[in-house]
Nanobody, 121 residues
């Protein structure tokens, strides 16, 4: 099992930067993929960025060149550096971890509680 806690959200002006962090506490769970999703009011949750165990990354087209995802396996953390923020980046950002139970080896995903990011024009 795992518990994820996000931090670093807040209010920032357009063009500014924020860095989100996610701390993972786990037991009986081997993490494979970690990522960040976001959900704006009235919208579906969407993938922002993800990173695999071999450090392969994927970004949404809307954030490529502006956001950078990274992970520290030793500390069980994943971060999202957000630069050149735009008002359309405003959303609740959620940390996600996917992997397998060390007991059953079944695939399981866990989510954080979310952190609000608001970008003003």
């Amino acid at each position: 099992q795992a518990q994820l806690v996000e931090s670093g959200g807040g209010l920032v002006q357009a063009g500014g930067s924020l860095r989100l962090s996610c701390a993972v506490s786990k037991s009986g769970f081997k993490i494979n993929t970690m990522g960040w999703y976001r959900q704006a009011p009235g919208k579906q949750r969407e993938l922002v960025a993800q990173i695999t165990s071999d450090d392969s990354t994927t970004y949404a087209d809307s954030v490529k060149g502006r956001f950078t995802i990274s992970r520290d396996n030793a500390k069980n953390t994943v971060s999202l550096q957000m630069d050149s923020l735009k008002p359309e980046d405003t959303a609740v950002y959620y940390c996600n971890a996917g992997g397998r139970s060390t007991w059953s080896w079944s695939w399981t995903e866990y989510w954080g509680q979310g952190t609000q990011v608001t970008v003003s024009s």
